[in-house]
Every structure is written in C-alpha cells, then in structure tokens.
C-alpha cells in the first residue's frame, strides 16, 4: 500500500506569491494534519481535518489556509509568500480523529523556498 | 503554552557508545511519541508511551515516561551508524485535535 504522498517535492517560489502544497493519506485514513518544519527546528502543527471539517489549528496567520476533500486528500493554501515561511511542509495521515496511541504516518514533505 | 525542550541538540559520538536524549516540560501530556526523521524524509514513529513510569524497548533503544508524564527520555545502547538521524519527541495534549506538540529534536551523529 503506498504510504502519504505529497506533491511537489520541492518548490521555489518568490515573495508575494501564492503556493498549494498537495496531500493524499493512506488509503483508508480520514484524518490530515499539516506541519510545518523549519530548519533545525521541529515541526509545528499548523492544521488538523477530519472526515472533511477543520478539528485544529496552530498559531499560524490567516494567510495560510487548508481544506480536505471527499476522497480524504487535501491541499494547504499559503497567500502573500514571506522569506520566513521557507521550510519542509508536511502532511500526516490517520485513521481516525486523534486517540491517544493512534499511529501518525508522515509523507516525504514539500521543500518550499521563498526568494 | 505547551513547550518540550529536548536536549542535547547535537551528539556526536563512536560506534559502540551509549546515549541518552532527554525531553521535559512543565506541562503534562496524555501521551509521548518518539519520531526519527532522516533528511528528505518526513519523521517515522518509534514509540507511544502514555502511562507515567511506562518503560518500552525496541531493541537497543530504550523509551521511559517520566512519572508525571511531563517528561521523557531515550536510550540507546551501543550506538550503530545506522542510529543517525534526527530524534524528535512529540506530545500529545488531552483534547481530541490530533495536535502533537514537538521538541526542536537531537540530531545524533554516529561514526564508525
């Protein structure tokens, strides 16, 4: 079964502009999140969906948006691109809304620079 | 705010060498996972550790909940090359988001 999958890889955009990062979970899991991960830093929790609603946000600014569709997949906007928001965007499937001892799958992360 | 500070941020030592990560908080946590992320890669769990005192090993690691589920450590006994990568914990607060809260994680260098 192939695991979480993101699209691009790797993207180069310049400030001001506008960015969708691609996501589609492990067949069978209804809940995305999408992280944020900064060079040396660990990542942080910008958005959570599950079975298509909003269930979580991080502290990030109105600029950076997500929605998740009826096949589970989903996409984060991200608006008016800053230097600071170059960094390895990642998206995490589960199964369900967030237990506990729920198991989190990553995907291979988009690599986003902002020029 | 919830905050785990990891430490050391770099550990550099020789095949054959035990290790020690350390993740503390002053906030408690419903659980604690341990991730190892390689570069290009997004994090892979290790371990979920959820009841305070729970001690869980995979084979040369060793995951402890502290007590007071605020704090966490990770052992590893004779260090392989293999053991390189990044090393990052990651709490789980008590309300349904799904939210994990992450250290900046060790990177750990291990040479042959």
């Known amino acids: 079964d192939a695991g979480v999958t993101q699209s691009p890889t790797h993207l180069i955009k310049t400030r001001g502009q506008q960015v969708t990062l691609r996501c589609s979970p492990i067949?069978?899991?209804?809940?995305v999140s999408w992280y944020q991960q900064v060079l040396g830093q660990g990542p942080q929790f910008i958005f959570q969906?599950?079975?298509?609603?909003?269930?979580g946000r991080g502290n990030f600014p109105d600029r950076f948006s997500a929605r998740q569709f009826p096949n589970y997949s989903s996409e984060l906007n991200v608006n008016a691109l800053l230097l600071g928001d170059s960094a390895l965007y990642l998206c995490a499937s589960r199964h369900g809304p967030g237990a506990t001892n729920e198991k989190l799958f990553f995907g291979s992360g988009t690599q986003l620079s902002v020029l | 705010t919830q905050l785990l500070e990891q430490s050391p941020q770099f550990l550099s030592i020789q095949e054959g060498e035990n290790l020690t990560v350390y993740c503390n908080s002053s906030s408690v946590f419903s659980s604690l996972q341990w991730y190892r992320q390689e570069p290009g890669e997004g994090p892979v769990l290790l371990v979920t550790v959820v009841t305070g005192g729970e001690v869980k090993k995979l084979k040369r690691l060793t995951f402890q909940f502290g007590d007071a589920r605020k704090d966490s450590s990770l052992h590893i006994t004779a260090a392989q090359p293999g053991d390189t990568g990044l090393y990052l914990c990651a709490g789980a607060g008590s309300s349904n988001t799904g939210k994990l809260i992450f250290g900046q994680g060790t990177t750990l260098q291990v040479k042959p």
């Open positions: 067949s069978g899991h209804k809940s």
């Open positions: 969906y599950y079975e298509k609603e909003e269930r």
